[in-house]
């Protein structure tokens, strides 16, 4: 019996305007934005008050006979409180990330799965 009364208050709480915290994205305020395109490549970077963070440098390379793009770049996440940073590249031999994670939790195998294709 004392645990349905637990489980009714904490349903209450949470049921209640403003009882369980809760993020919406369009709520994230940009911090901080740099961007550079010239006609040998381009770098930006990006930074969120939720903690997303973006940055990349893309440079024009001769692959063979054509221009290609060799892109390096690192971007940063948050979930349930554990820091995700995935560092890649991207150029001729695909896309190649490295996913690394905060304390506090493993990466999720759909994340690793996503990430890797």
Do not use: W
């Amino acid at each position: 019996m004392k645990l349905l009364v637990l489980c009714c208050l904490v349903a209450t709480a949470f049921a209640r305007p403003g009882g369980a915290p809760s993020f919406n994205p369009a709520d994230a305020q940009i911090l901080r934005y740099d961007n550079d395109v010239s006609p040998d490549g381009f770098r930006y970077a990006v930074e969120q008050s939720d903690g997303y963070r973006n940055e990349a440098q893309g440079t024009l390379v001769k692959a063979g006979e054509e221009l290609a793009l060799a892109v390096k770049g690192v971007f940063s996440f948050i979930i349930d409180g554990v820091t995700y940073t995935v560092n890649y590249t991207a150029d001729e031999n695909g896309y190649q990330p490295t996913i690394e994670q905060g304390p506090g939790g493993a990466v999720p195998p759909g994340v690793v799965a996503s990430l890797l294709g």
